[in-house]
């Protein structure tokens, strides 16, 4: 992508690719997942109040949107972290171990500093998150650099470790909660706490200062991928790794710095959960986030400010689905399926040309 | 078989890529089609063989106006195309891959082998093309792969054989071999459309010339009556200079000394065996070779890009054997890689960013961790302009350049600072005469500037054009060296010692 050397943001085929076709995608997702809730017996009338639901739950009043930008948040940093390591060629499947790691880090480290002022503790712990979710990045990129290990195996194969590890250090004396036999840790300090937003509109608000975080870290990835020159290595040797390695770009160093700067995103990501959500970490407190940060960085053509507007949609549908579930009882599995066909039609743009012919700017033929 | 194409023009949305082409192909006749990359000679070759449909016009077989609705119908009609990147299996037999997706089967679908072995044996013996039919693809050498290609052609029972750049990967010996196949499929009443850039070869060969400029034929003629400059000037619209003007030959001392190197592939067969030479400053050294001789192997271990297992390098005194290839590019060291697609440039980026691959760390691009890309997008566009790439804008992708542009570039991006060193591996493969000549003027002007150069090229033409001394490389080795500023040299002594002769 050359938005960045084209001195604009965004051109308008990357507004195609951005927004267009994602709209469009959505707006196809919605009528094959009404027709799936069609043949599982749910009636017409239901179907248009899930729909209801799925909009008023993810923006119809404050709460829907605290809700989903709560749950947009982690999507988006471990979505950044992705998004780098897709534009330098790894296809990283590891940001859920790395969400475990640097959200557990980020408690123990916000336990040990909870007696100090905020300004050290809350910084200290996200820091000690990143750190941990980049170290544990960087095994899976040492291995790629140092022996040619591909990173999609030992990235699957680090988050079940990371699974069990966390299960086991939940059970240790120095991370688990007085008083408790069962795996949780200790509560995250009020110091080290990500503090809420909105609570003087109304207590039960949950959005918190890992937003501006996250939207610090879209910026950060945007200067690090179009402005910098790591970001430049990271283009060349994702793009045509023969011609940056011709050039002198140093294809190890590239591949672990990449894999680290997208580890210290996830760890973000986990610490934003464990410190601005959950407040402890509890076994699976993942939740599968690393999974659909995935298909958010994919959604977002692994451009920062795509990424940042495919976490909203995803967000978006996570709050709404659960809206949906109450007020028409429909399955938030559903939600699962429509956020699939969001993807598959998105990886499809030419599908999405044929079927909307209007709203892409005409091209020509070759 | 008489083919003629009446006033074909093919579009590609506002882009004439032919304009009212008229052309006739006689059987028994070579037709060379000569024109530069982009002057639409695939194009039309496509439309001939049924790839692309033409926008207006028509195709004429013997009297008869034809519809082609894909390659299978232009097969059918007689019309098979040899082209430049071989569509063989490597693990197969000749015999297998002649017959593939026209396999003669007997009783339950059998294959009848046999029968395919026996024809392969008929038509190598028609045409006198000697090949084994049941040798496996891969073992087989460059030309014979391509008689394996011809064969299918006739096994499809083509009368028109469209040959596209057949002797970009061959010898010149095999070139030689290869034009009496020509002319022996000639003599039997087929015709042949032989499609180059390569102005000796269409002389040598043809029996009418046609030269395609800008989608439009703009002369044809009889090769007897026709010379290399009138041929040239037809191609590119301008006279062109064959001759590099350079400066008297005053090499300096030696800036590049390899001792004893021994490069091994991956596949640990020895690639560079123990070989030595020496490169003097304002002096240009050109390998000649056939490729696959060891030439990459050198090329990259002179890069910093493979480790050699023994031997030294030394560059102005200085042990660099096992320095990388960004110390190497600092001491002022240009690399023009062998493979400017896949090495030289990434496609997808813009030409600034190109222009910029190996230089983007320091000054004047970059201070601290960021890129001043206004900075790099004015140098672009200035070295891009005396270098003279001609590209939309230094913000395009480099995939859209052509190929002579695209070499332009990386020219631009290795020559337009202060280098002491060149290596270029193939440094106009593929280009057209212009791009070619351009190339050599500024490779000849780097070393009257004092640089050392080593050009390794399989182009013959090529070595002898520009350099001060040449080196044959086979075998991994230097078996032949020769002094054209001393005692001249022809082309065939250098041939026959790149076939091994003189080891």
Known sequence: ?????????????????????????????????????????????????????????????????????????????????????????????????????????????????????????????????????????????????????????????????????????????LIQKEGRADPISKSVPDAAELPKLLTFIDINLRLHAGIFLTLAMVFVAYWLLFRSKLGFEFRASGENPVAARVAGMNAGLTIVLAMAIAGALAGLAGANQTLGVLDRATPGFSAGIGFDAIAVALLGRSHPVGVLFAGLLFGALEAGGRQMQVDAGVSIDLIGIIQSLVIVFIAAPLLMKTIFPWGFRRSDAP | MRVELRNITKRFGPVAANKGVNLTIEPGEVLGLLGENGAGKSTLMNVLCGLYSPSEGEIVIDGNTVEFDGP????????????????????????????????????????????????????????????????????????????????????????????????????????????????????????????????????????????????????????????????????????????????????????????????????????????????????????????????????????????????????????????????RHRMGIAHIP??????????TFSVAENMVLDSYYGPPYAGGASIDWARVHTEAADIAEQFDVRTPSVRSDAAHLSGGNQQKLIVARELSRDTRFVIAGQPTRGLDVGSIAYIHSRLVAARDEGDGLLIVSSELDEIMAVSDRILVMFKGRIVAEYAPHETPVDKATIGLAMAGAAA
């Open chain 2, 338 to 347: 062998e493979d400017r697609q896949r090495a030289g440039l990434i496609g």
């Open chain 1, 1 to 173: 992508m050359t938005s960045a050397t084209e001195g604009r943001l965004l051109g308008r085929s990357q507004i195609e690719d951005l927004f267009i076709v994602p709209a469009f995608a959505l707006v196809a997702a919605l009528v094959i997942g009404a027709g799936v809730m069609l043949a599982t017996g749910v009636t017409f009338s239901t179907i248009g109040q899930s729909y209801v639901a799925l909009l008023r739950g993810s923006v119809g009043s404050v709460n829907a949107v605290s809700e989903t930008l709560t749950a947009a948040l982690p999507l988006v940093l471990a979505g950044l972290g992705l998004a780098l390591g897709f534009r330098a060629g790894l296809f990283n499947i590891g940001a859920e171990g790395q969400i475990i790691m640097g959200g557990l880090a980020a408690v123990v480290a916000g336990v040990a500093l909870g007696d100090l002022p905020a300004i050290f503790a809350l910084p200290g712990a996200l820091f000690a998150g990143a750190l941990a979710g980049a170290l544990y990045a960087s095994i899976a990129g040492w291995l790629k650099a140092a022996t040619g290990a591909h990173e999609v195996i030992s990235t699957i194969m680090l988050n079940l470790i990371s699974y069990r590890l966390l299960d086991y250090l939940l059970r240790t004396p």
């Open chain 2, 72 to 327: 299978g119908d232009a097969i059918r009609a007689g019309i098979g195309m040899v082209h430049q990147h071989f569509m063989l299996v490597p693990v197969f037999t000749v015999a297998e891959n002649v017959v593939l997706g026209v396999e003669p089967v007997g009783r339950a679908d059998h294959l009848d082998l046999a029968t395919a072995r026996a024809e392969v044996e008929r038509l190598s013996e028609d045409y006198g093309l000697a090949v084994d039919p049941d040798a496996i693809i891969e073992t087989l050498p460059v030309g014979v792969q391509q008689r394996v290609e011809i064969i299918k052609v006739l096994y499809r029972a083509a009368d028109v054989l469209i040959l596209d750049e057949p002797t970009a990967v061959l010898t010149p010996q095999e070139v030689d071999e290869f034009f009496q196949i020509v002319r022996s499929l000639c003599d039997a009443g087929k015709a042949i459309v032989f499609i180059t850039h390569k102005l000796n070869e269409i002389l040598d060969i043809s029996d009418r010339i046609a030269v395609i400029r800008r989608g439009e034929i703009v002369g044809s003629g009889d090769p007897k009556k026709l010379t290399r400059p009138e041929l040239a000037e037809m191609m590119v619209g301008h006279p062109v200079d064959f001759e590099v003007a350079r400066a008297p030959f005053a090499p300096g001392g030696v800036i590049l000394d390899v001792k004893g190197l021994t490069v091994l592939r991956s596949d640990g067969a020895v690639a560079v065996d123990d070989l030595s030479l020496q490169v003097r400053s304002g002096e240009i050294v050109g390998i000649a070779g056939v490729q696959g001789n060891g030439q990459s192997a050198l090329i990259e271990a002179l890069a910093g890009l493979t480790r050699p297992v023994s031997g030294q390098v030394l560059f102005d005194g200085q042990d660099i054997t096992f320095a990388s290839p960004r110390e």
